[in-house]
């Protein structure tokens, strides 16, 4: 694993509306480094976003929470905290080890988030929310943007929304939002139950938009595919895709092409997963386990002939001491030749 030297002043930095256009959403315990580095090598160019790392664990922490490999750009680090000051210091912090993007998380309902005063039920304070964005640009050029829901609990209206999004693009000088078009009920439901019950409501994210042209916004929650990718970016700058993008990850390898305007070939189902043999090889020597890499690969052959048997196999092999890329050579195997190709 390598930390880059890369600054928010590198030339080669994609843009951010181009970074806005495409991204796989923050989620915890799955979107870390070895699922980043896979979601990688099917797309040159969906931004990443970091499992939420909060402030604390930055700085009191005694792992390094910023690490990545210099392969995942462009990368997005999703910040949970509250404090201007330790927002500041983290984005600082995160900027000089060459993140493409700071995120803050305004959309997170569960209740340990809750108690630590930050996620969705920031979307009541928004001046708060304003400071602490205004804390990060003060200290780092590196973009620095929100991602929302459209509500909390009772306080779900057009105007609670607007208001948020108003106090805090106008005193923050935010301009980059990621809304989930969902509202969060903070007290009674799940997390899970929060990204399933709550009822989305496309037309209320895509109407931000029409009344705050000049933000960058893209939309979260419930998105399948790319056609209906293709729908939202019709009326809005940009879309996150989360579970699915999680749970079948080969959609990836068409979003270069498809929305990118990629002329080259995609990458194969086969050349994915043996793309993935060096980097295999190289965290074992660092002591990583198999299946804590292999688990972000189970759904490559999603819906295919031999997925079943692909992640059994896996499955029950990959934790045991040894394993190595074997593994998956020989899971490969249940899969029909016609298919490893496709």
Not at 28 to 44: A, K, N, Q
Not at 49 to 72: C, R
Not at 228 to 253: I, K, N
Request: charged content about 25%.
């Amino acid at each position: 694993m390598t930390t880059p030297s890369k600054t928010a002043a590198s030339p080669d930095m994609t843009p951010k509306t181009v970074m806005q256009r495409f991204s796989v959403a923050p989620m915890l315990d799955w979107t870390d480094r070895h699922c980043r580095y896979f979601h990688r090598l099917l797309s040159e160019h969906t931004l990443l976003f970091t499992e939420m790392v909060t402030t604390g664990a930055i700085i009191h922490g005694k792992a390094d929470y910023l690490a990545y490999h210099e392969q995942e750009h462009p990368v997005a680090l999703q910040l949970g905290g509250s404090d201007p000051a330790d927002l500041a210091t983290c984005a600082k912090l995160a900027a000089e080890r060459g993140y493409d993007e700071i995120n803050l998380n305004v959309g997170c309902p569960s209740d340990r988030v809750q108690n630590g005063r930050f996620g969705a039920c920031l979307m009541a304070e928004p001046e708060l929310v304003a400071q602490c964005v205004a804390a990060m640009r003060e200290v780092t050029d590196v973009p620095i943007t929100v991602k929302t829901r459209i509500g909390i609990d009772e306080q779900d209206s057009y105007e609670f929304l607007t208001d948020f999004v108003g106090i805090v693009s106008e005193k923050s000088g935010c301009d980059m939002f990621t809304v989930h078009a969902r509202k969060a009920w903070l007290k009674g439901l799940s997390p899970k139950e929060n990204r399933e019950i709550p009822p989305l409501d496309y037309p209320r994210v895509y109407q931000l938009k029409k009344d705050f042209p000049r933000l960058t916004l893209a939309i979260n929650g419930g998105v399948k595919s790319l056609e209906e990718a293709e729908q939202h970016l019709a009326h809005l700058d940009g879309v996150m895709v989360g579970r699915q993008a999680y749970q079948s990850p080969f959609m990836l390898a068409e979003v270069d092409q498809r929305l990118f305007g990629k002329t080259t070939p995609r990458i194969t189902r086969r050349q994915a997963v043996e793309a993935m043999f060096p980097y295999i090889e190289q965290q074992l020597t660092y002591g990583a386990q198999l299946n804590h890499i292999s688990r972000h690969m189970l759904g490559l052959f999603q819906n295919m002939p031999g997925a079943r048997q692909w992640r059994r196999y896996i499955s029950e092999n990959a934790h045991k001491p040894g394993a190595g890329i074997e593994v998956l050579t020989t899971a490969m195997g249940h899969i029909p030749e016609q298919w490893l190709d496709a």
